[in-house]
């Protein structure tokens, strides 16, 4: 357990941050799904819309350094040619 109180404040943000960067990568991953789930279905202008709506919440991730960006690029591009591979 932390004894300094530079210690002690550094475990509480920690916290703060796990609990607020678990509600963010869930949130990521539920857009993500969304996407898929449309493709899935294979409804081509309802996975259009759902990636349209996941691309700014990725873009989002990276700002919060949830995710690197290569990581976002990665996944927006293969959804795009799961999309692209539809039509």
């Known amino acids: 357990m932390a004894n300094t109180a530079q210690a002690k404040k550094r475990a ?10 678990a509600g963010q990568r869930s949130k990521l991953r539920t857009f993500i799904k ?13 996975a259009k819309a759902a990636y349209v709506t996941a691309c700014p919440i990725i873009d989002g991730a990276v ?25």
């Open 63 to 87: 700002s919060k350094g949830l995710i690197h960006k290569n990581n976002a690029a990665r996944n927006k591009s293969r959804l795009n040619i799961k999309i692209r591979a539809m039509a």
């Open 12 to 21: 509480r943000q920690a916290e703060n941050n796990r609990v607020r960067n």
């Open 34 to 46: 969304r996407v898929l789930a449309a493709i899935a279905e294979g409804d081509v202008e309802k």
